[in-house]
């Protein structure tokens, strides 16, 4: 299973496009709430290098947690990871309680496999009683204590993001790959209905996810039940137009279940046709939630 940490979205997003030949007149305004606005329509961007030249400017001016939060996140996804944990530190020091920058120095800190110390900011962030993301940080946590090999706990943190936020599709497909993964260890029937589960409410709150589908497809391949297998695998190829790699492996999966067809298992439950739940009926009216990075 991938075990991803991912930052949080920041707390203000810009859509306008920024010209970097303004620069030197946007500094003369001098004016650190616009510069911090314009690093964060580049960081939203990709233009990690403007974004940090904003940022660096408007911290002068304007000093607030989320230009630190917003800093390091730059200097992180430019892969300067220890110019990001000083920013990250410096900002903490100055505001201990800012949940954003507690919870995204705890992604940086465990995607450097720093794990205990990781669990202290995300514990931190979410002991905040105005913390309104406690789901980030409860299944960043949760996604630790997989790394630790602390299942329970894992599986706990996870619920707990999803009673908080139970939109939030990040938990349900780390779920469903959990349960996915358990089923090729265990070949339990109950790990792939539980697969199933989640995968399937992810799909309430996404369109067209072609990752979502191929999971699918494999878990009902697994079932026996080819048919719909060839569904979601097929959904997957069309969603996976822009991604050669992808399609190929899920060409490749679907043609190997053409040649190596399965019994059906026997769920005592429907397995027929996807319910409204899983097809594609409301998807227009589904918001896709949106990270940096």
Not at 77 to 97: T, V
Not at 229 to 250: H, V
């Amino acid at each position: 299973m991938r075990k991803n940490f991912f930052a949080l979205t920041l707390a203000i997003l810009i859509s306008s496009c920024a010209n970097p030949q303004s620069y030197e007149t946007d500094l003369r305004v001098g004016d650190g709430k616009y510069l911090y606005e314009m690093g964060v329509s580049y960081l939203n961007s990709g233009n990690n290098a403007m974004a940090i030249k904003y940022l660096e400017e408007a911290l002068k001016s304007y000093d607030k947690p989320e230009v630190y939060n917003a800093l390091a996140l730059a200097y992180q996804f430019a892969g300067e990871f220890a110019k990001a944990e000083d920013i990250f530190r410096l900002g903490i020091d100055k505001y201990p309680d800012y949940p954003e920058l507690l919870t995204n120095y705890g992604i940086l800190l465990a995607n450097q496999k720093k794990f205990n110390e990781a669990i202290k900011y995300f514990e931190k962030a979410i002991n905040n009683p105005t913390y309104s993301g406690k789901e980030k940080a409860y299944y960043n946590l949760g996604m630790v204590y997989l790394q630790l090999g602390k299942e329970d706990l894992f599986l706990y943190n996870l619920e707990k993001a999803l009673m908080f936020n139970s939109n939030f599709v990040n938990a349900y497909i780390a779920l469903g790959d959990y349960y996915l993964d358990k089923y090729n260890v265990v070949h339990s029937k109950e790990m792939l209905k539980k697969a199933r589960e989640y995968y399937s409410k992810a799909l309430n709150y996404v369109v067209n996810d072609p990752l979502i589908y191929f999971r699918l497809g494999k878990v009902y391949h697994e079932l026996g039940d080819d048919e719909l297998a060839k569904y979601y695998l097929e959904k997957a190829l069309r969603s996976a137009e822009n991604n050669a790699g992808l399609k190929e492996e899920i060409r490749k999966y679907l043609l190997e279940i053409l040649d190596k067809p399965k019994s059906k298992i026997n769920l005592n439950e429907e397995n027929k046709k996807p319910s409204s739940t899983l097809e594609d009926k409301n998807n227009n009216e589904n918001p896709i939630l949106k990270y940096i990075k």
